[in-house]
């Protein structure tokens, strides 16, 4: 019993920033694994991908600005996360480029931005920080920002939850029988740029979509269901943090890098035995040939 205790519990019994670290991470996933789900029912799983890259140029305004504070630096990513969002979307409306194409260069382009605007100022040391983020080092104004990031984000999704199943299942069906579909993809655009705030506060802006992205595919293999698949997503991106913050404790290992990489092992144990997994396919096509 001593060696499980110290084993799971001591960490986060002995040390105030190992619960810290385990608080925020732990709403980063009730809020951005859900939004993570609708992002892949859409086919914009790389979008989101693109938007975390996007926040960059604004965090790095913010730390020219005022240092390494937490409300700059998330005023600044939100905004231009907005910015490229609104800008990828203008340019693929108004000329022959695709959205993909489009959202794809903005955010190689405020990447580019971002990690000349941080390199100006600060040191190596700063650039990973921006980058990696720093989840041990969540302090009581970021875990409030966090929690106020996932408050807003369930209430629109329990307003929203019918008109956001109905877009990922049908849009234009959705903007035929109602006036909603625009303003909802806006308003899941909106979602989607405050997790990734968020998330960057925790694990950076190059870790905090895998927080968001591998609990919802791991999901995918277990369920057809968007609501199931919501809630296991959760519990997964849960069970990632916990798993992440235990190894980067006893291996010393960095902490984020850690959780997206359990994120990643249930990934790819949920390909070979989820109940829609590989294992599972093959199962059933080899009763089909034997009957």
């Known amino acids: 019993m001593d060696f499980l205790y110290s084993l799971f519990i001591a960490p986060f019994a002995d040390?105030?920033?190992?619960q810290r670290a385990l608080f925020g991470s732990l709403m980063l996933s009730l809020g951005a694994?859900?939004?993570?789900?609708?992002?892949?029912?859409?086919?914009?799983s790389l979008s989101g991908d693109a938007m975390a890259h996007a926040i960059l140029p604004g965090a790095a305004a913010g730390f020219l600005l005022y240092g390494l504070e937490i409300l700059p630096m998330t005023i600044g990513g939100l905004i231009a996360g907005i910015i490229v969002a609104l800008g990828a979307g203008a340019v693929s409306r108004f000329t022959i480029q695709r959205e993909d194409a489009s959202m794809a260069a903005f955010y190689l382009i405020s990447l580019a931005v971002g990690v000349l605007m941080v390199?100006?100022?600060?040191s190596s040391v700063d650039?990973?920080?921006?980058?990696?983020?720093?989840?041990?080092?969540?302090?009581?104004?970021?875990?409030?920002?966090?929690?106020?990031?996932?408050?807003?984000?369930?209430?629109?999704?329990?307003?929203?939850?019918?008109?956001?199943?109905?877009?990922?299942?049908?849009?234009?069906?959705?903007?035929?029988?109602?006036?909603?579909?625009s303003p909802v993809h806006f308003i899941f655009l909106g979602l989607v740029v405050l997790n990734l705030v968020g998330?960057?506060?925790?694990?950076?802006?190059?870790l905090s979509v895998g927080l968001m992205m591998l609990p919802a595919a791991a999901a995918r293999f277990w369920t057809m269901r968007v609501e199931p698949m919501c809630v296991l997503a959760v519990l997964i991106g849960f069970a990632s943090?916990?798993?992440?913050?235990?190894?980067?404790?006893?291996?010393?290992?960095?902490?984020?890098?850690?959780?997206?990489?359990?994120?990643?092992?249930?990934?790819?144990c949920s390909i070979l035995f989820g109940t829609r997994g590989v294992l599972r396919a093959r199962i059933v096509h080899h009763r089909h040939r034997t009957a």
């Open 15 to 18: 040390f105030a920033f190992m």
């Open 33 to 44: 694994c859900p939004v993570g789900v609708f992002l892949m029912l859409r086919r914009m």
């Open 119 to 122: 390199s100006i100022r600060g």
């Open 127 to 181: 650039l990973m920080h921006v980058l990696f983020g720093t989840v041990l080092a969540l302090n009581n104004e970021a875990l409030i920002l966090i929690g106020g990031i996932v408050v807003v984000t369930l209430a629109c999704l329990a307003v929203f939850w019918r008109a956001l199943v109905a877009e990922c299942l049908d849009p234009l069906f959705l903007r035929s029988v109602s006036r909603m579909g």
């Open 199 to 206: 998330g960057f506060q925790a694990l950076g802006t190059l």
């Open 241 to 268: 943090c916990i798993a992440g913050l235990l190894l980067s404790y006893h291996a010393s290992l960095p902490s984020g890098p850690a959780i997206i990489l359990s994120a990643g092992v249930v990934y790819f």
